[in-house]
């Protein structure tokens, strides 16, 4: 530095005075630039219509979604009033409450069969995998036909003679077994990825240990998978508490309301007959039990899930 | 009997019991394909397979009730157009909260994260009521726009561009590579394969969505994705089931290459991606 001329380091420092503000402005317009699509997109399609929900409940809305007053708890106090709204939450809740057990114990089963690699592994992994393939709406409509009561080979093959999806005391459970098997193929992914990234030895010295296959499974792989179990037990409650979508295939909420869930019936009300403050504390309803539900299994990960 | 043979003979049962059980869940994709190939007399039948795989008639007349070719031309649009828009939205963003320091950055990234908690489901009736004041019902634009931004999709983009080391951009920014040049040359090869999982993703996300397109095509039939198409096909005639499974074997076609391109990218760019909604 000392070597240089001074006139030579004067300018370069005059340089970087000139050039430091610019260029901070710069940058500030750059960020800018490069976080506006996103902050724009989340606020307009997630933070405005979350918080329209909210004020629209408190609120009497007209069927051209046009707010015309202020009307307090009525929405509140109308929809919890209503039968059909009772029967939504206790179907929402029953279809949650077997639907994630189930999933929970048909994927892990799968992934400990799967676990040890074998020569024909590919082949089996791949048809566990696969009902991943297959979307919603052409599960549904696959479902819809094997469980037809005249057409449908579950009868034909049972030798049964069930309206599956007509009848009021089957409905739901019938819906209950699609959900299940839509979720199967992800779930059991994750949890063979889980199973296969313990390591070896662990496994192997408790069995030199004398440890059994049920002890092995149940004192240390499921231990050490229980983040997995967490992350799937949330994302299937979730799952589970906003389905709707073989309901407005197949079921349309019927027979009497047997399979109406409550996004089934936010989606009748507010989109079907244009009654958006009955959506919206639908809605919001479905939101809040879903939160709680999530908060639930976060206050259980602090005492029950181990991190290696 | 040794050891070996011991454990060979198990591995080999294990094996069989657990392709039996696979053929069982996959029957519904099974029956849907051979049901497509049979004739309305012979689906009154409780038989598994059809007479005969040259019998193409439930494929014509699906394709002559409905679009389905159309429908599917609309899907992959709006797959595409929305994949494409949400990774330059989630590469722009993890970019500026991986390399700039600034005021409120820690409030944005939260801001977006915080999206995760609210399921989009919630949001449906409202939103519509957005889209369809913006007037973008029955287009393309409306049918991804909701789908634009995935919090769980940038938080990985992020995790992954924390990971490139920073001397990179230094030295990059020395030889006088301004960011967009060192996101497309040097940051993105980089990350290829976070790239390409999320991509493949997305993709398939956004081509079986049902709900949002239903109801934003509700009033053109011409824009209907083909995963809202199949679901219509029976609506005039509840018994015609073999021309709806034609109908449903027709749209799996894409997703089982969808699915199998997937499984290349998973084992490829690992089980990190595949959390990503």
Redesign the interface.
């Known amino acids: 530095m000392n070597s240089a001329p001074p006139s030579a380091a004067a300018s370069v420092r005059d340089a970087q005075r000139r050039c430091a503000p610019r260029a901070r402005r710069g ?2 317009l ?2 800018a ?3 506006a ?3 724009v ?10 918080i ?2 909210i004020l ?1 409940s408190f609120c009497s809305v007209n069927t051209k ?1 046009e707010v015309t007053g202020f009307v307090g708890l009525e929405n509140y106090a109308y929809v919890f009033g209503r039968s059909d709204f009772k029967k939504a939450i206790l179907n929402t809740l029953l279809l949650t409450a077997i639907n994630v057990p189930v999933t929970l114990f048909i994927t892990i089963s ?1 992934a400990l ?2 676990n ?1 690699k ?3 592994s590919p ?2 992994e ?18 819809k ?2 469980f ?1 009561p ?2 449908g ?1 579950v009868n ?2 049972f030798h049964l003679n069930l309206g599956w999806f007509e009848n009021r005391a089957t409905a739901l459970y019938t819906t209950i077994i699609l959900t299940v ?1 839509m979720g ?1 193929g ?1 779930d059991f ?2 949890f063979l ?1 889980a199973f296969r990234g313990i390591p070896s030895q662990i496994t192997e010295a408790a069995s030199l240990d004398g440890a059994g296959f049920f002890t092995r499974v149940f004192k240390i792989q499921l231990p050490l998978i229980s983040p997995t179990i967490l ?1 799937v037990v949330c994302t299937n409650t ?1 799952l589970a ?2 389905c ?2 073989p309901m ?2 197949i079921t349309q909420g019927g027979p009497s309301r047997a399979t109406t869930t409550l ?1 089934y019936m ?2 009748a009300s ?2 079907g007959s244009s009654d ?1 403050g009955l ?2 504390v639908v ?2 309803v ?2 809040a039990l ?2 709680g539900f ?1 908060i639930l299994a976060f206050v259980f990960e602090r005492k029950k899930v181990y991190y290696q | 009997m040794s050891r070996k043979t011991k454990r060979r003979l198990g ?1 080999a049962a ?2 069989v ?3 039996a ?3 069982i ?2 029957f ?2 099974i ?2 394909v051979f ?1 497509s190939f049979k004739t309305a007399a012979e ?4 038989r ?1 397979l059809p007479q005969s795989f040259a019998y193409l008639e439930n494929f014509r007349n699906a394709l002559r009730q409905a679009p389905l070719l159309r429908y599917m031309v609309n899907s992959c649009i709006v797959a595409l157009f929305g994949t494409l828009a949400r990774l ?3 590469i ?2 993890a ?2 909260f991986t390399h ?1 320091n ?1 005021r409120g950055k820690n409030f ?1 990234f939260f ?2 994260l915080g ?1 995760m ?14 889209v369809s004041a913006l007037k973008l019902l029955n287009t393309y634009l409306g049918m991804c ?2 789908s ?2 995935s ?1 769980s999709q ?1 938080f990985m983009m992020r995790q992954r561009f924390l990971s490139v080391p920073r001397d990179m951009r230094e030295a990059a920014m020395i030889d006088g590579c301004g ?1 967009v040049r060192y996101i497309l040359q040097v940051l993105l090869p980089i990350c290829r394969p976070v790239v390409i999982t999320l991509f493949v993703q997305s993709f398939i996300t956004l ?2 969505t ?2 949002w397109p ?2 934003i095509t509700a009033s053109a039939p011409n824009m209907r994705t083909i ?2 198409g ?2 219509k ?1 029976n609506s005039w005639e509840d ?1 015609n ?1 073999e021309l ?2 034609a ?2 074997t027709i ?2 076609i894409p ?2 290459i ?2 199998i391109i997937m ?1 290349r990218s ?1 084992s490829k760019g690992g ?1 990190d991606g ?2 990503v909604g």
């Open positions: 940058n500030g750059k960020i630039l490069f976080l699509p996103i902050l997109f989340t606020v307009a399609f997630t933070y405005y219509p979350f329209k929900t629209e979604g799968l069969i799967a040890k074998r020569p024909l082949v089996y791949t048809l566990f995998t696969m009902p991943m393939a297959v979307s919603m709406s052409a599960a549904c409509m696959v479902f036909s094997m037809s005249k057409l080979f034909a093959f098997w199967i992800f992914l994750l990825s992350y979730v508490m906003m709707s979508g407005i295939i996004m936010m989606y507010g989109y958006y959506a919206a809605s919001l479905a939101f879903t939160f999530t | 591995d294990v094996s019991i657990a392709i059980i696979g053929l869940l996959v519904p994709v029956y849907c049901g689906f009154m039948k409780p598994l330059i939205i989630t722009m963003a970019f500026a700039y600034f944005c801001l977006v999206t908690m609210i399921p989009g489901d919630i949001l449906l009736v409202t939103n519509y009521t957005t726009i909701v634009f931004v919090a940038m960011d081509w079986n049902y709900l239903l109801i995963m809202v199949i679901t096909l018994t089931y709806v499974l109908g449903v749209s799996l997703s089982f969808l699915f499984r998973l089980m595949a959390l």
